[in-house]
Structures are given as structure tokens and as C-alpha cells.
């Protein structure tokens, strides 16, 4: 459950108009009130090492007082069961200790609003399951709108990842077809540079009827001969020679 906060504003000088706080019967735990403290219009902030409380008396003629904290010139305190045990109005300030110095604010007046009901009242026999059973169907739900919202979020985030997958695997299939085109490119550009040195290998040898005749003969007497492509062979036999 949330807390409530309620702020007010509190004059440290004694006669002051008094602050007027309304709680309600019972209330316990779930509202922090806070006093903003002011000497006149200046903000008064306790004294280091004080301890600060608040402190009151009930219609019952019983009192109480517990350990407010402290914040620059803030001091804040939770209702407890025994602030609001007893309905009707009751003055209760704000103590500073330090030391052997006391100091106490105006009066803080506490309006108890009382409960339509007593604190014993407990709900009857046929109501009670109706109560349990609207809350847990509001807690029902909730449960079922949070889980809707995380499995929408997961599946969006899904669809996110897929779609993202999709993407890298175009672009590798993308690159994986150029790669394969380039070296396609390559083996050509080899092939053909081959065919050319074989052609200018050629060229060379036929450059001159001197220099041709030279270079076959001497291929000859190594068991080698140039084919109708260019290309420098082994003889295996005559037939292959000519």
C-alpha cells in the first residue's frame, strides 16, 4: 500500500495559531504526517545530535510520544494504534531534546474522526466470503492484466529478434554471392593471363627463323616441344615431337 503523506506548516513560537490535523479512528501504519518547522517566517532546524518526538494526550487522559525523523527543518511521524485508539480531539507538539534543553512547538490540535464501526467488528458470516471474494478477484486481475502485458512484450521482442535475424542472414547470403563471383572473376583473369604468357612465349620464339631454329633445337635435345596452344610439353615419343 502507498503511504500518505500530509504536510503542514509549524510554528516553533508557543501561542500560535494551532495546526489542525485529522486522522481517522484506527488509522495505523499507512500515513506519515509531516511538520515543516519556522520560527515566525524563518525555517528552524534542530540542533545536531537532538532528538525530536511528538507528544500528546488522549481524550482518556492517557499520553504518548514517539521518536520523530528528522530532516533539515522536516520532522515526520506514523500515526500509531495509540494516537488513534480514542476518538475526539486531542493537543499534542513537538518536543526537541539536547542535552538537558527542552523546547517544545504551539499545540498541534489532533482530530480523531470516529470509526462507523468498532475496532472488534468483524464482518458476518455471509459477508465475509462476498469481501473475499470481490478482493480476490480485483488481485485475480491485476495478476492476469501483468501477465498479458509481459507475454505482448516478450513476443514483441521476439518479432524484434527474428525480424533482425532475417536481416543478417540476407546479408550473408548477399556476400556469400559476391565472394563466389569474385572468385569466379579471379580464376578467368588467371586462366587468361596464362594463355597469355603462353602466346608471348610463342611470340618470343618465332620472333626470329634464327632464333626459333636455336630454341627448337634445344628443346629437342631436351625431349621438349611446343604445342599448337603455345605451351611448353613433355615429348614422350617421336610421334609426340612432331
Known amino acids: 500500500m502507498e503511504k500518505i503523506e500530509d504536510t503542514y506548516a509549524l510554528d516553533m513560537t508557543p501561542g500560535s495559531i494551532p495546526e489542525v ?5 484506527y488509522d495505523t501504519g499507512a ?7 519556522y520560527v515566525g517566517s524563518r525555517p528552524y532546524t534542530p540542533q545536531d545530535g537532538s532528538t ?6 488522549k481524550p482518556d487522559g492517557t499520553i504518548y510520544e514517539y521518536v520523530c525523523t528528522v530532516s ?3 520532522v515526520t511521524f506514523t500515526p500509531t494504534t495509540q494516537m488513534t485508539a480514542v476518538k475526539g480531539i486531542h493537543d499534542a507538539e513537538i518536543r526537541i531534546y539536547n542535552g538537558s534543553d527542552i523546547i517544545g512547538s504551539a499545540n498541534i490540535r489532533i482530530m480523531v474522526e470516529p470509526s462507523p464501526f468498532p475496532e472488534s467488528f468483524r464482518a458476518s458470516a455471509t459477508e465475509l466470503p462476498i469481501i473475499e471474494g470481490a478482493s480476490k478477484a480485483a488481485t485475480d486481475a491485476e495478476e492476469y492484466k ?3 502485458l509481459n507475454s505482448q512484450n516478450a513476443a514483441s521482442t521476439s518479432a524484434a529478434q527474428a525480424a533482425n535475424s532475417a536481416t543478417a542472414a540476407s546479408k550473408s547470403a548477399s556476400t556469400a554471392a559476391a565472394s563466389e563471383a569474385a572468385a ?7 586462366s587468361n593471363s596464362a594463355k597469355a604468357a603462353a602466346a608471348s612465349e610463342k ?3 618465332s620472333a626470329t627463323p634464327d632464333g626459333y631454329a636455336s630454341l627448337a633445337s634445344t628443346f629437342n635435345a631436351l625431349g621438349l616441344y611446343v604445342d599448337s596452344e603455345g605451351y611448353t610439353c613433355q615429348a614422350i615419343n617421336d610421334e609426340a615431337k612432331d
Open 21 to 25: 490535523v485529522h486522522l481517522s479512528q
Open 31 to 37: 500515513r506519515d504526517i509531516k511538520f515543516l518547522l
Open 52 to 57: 525530536v518526538t511528538i507528544r500528546g494526550g
Open 72 to 74: 533539515e527543518n522536516a
Open 146 to 148: 501483468n501477465a498479458a
Open 184 to 190: 569466379k572473376t579471379s580464376e578467368t583473369n588467371a
Open 203 to 205: 611470340n618470343a620464339m
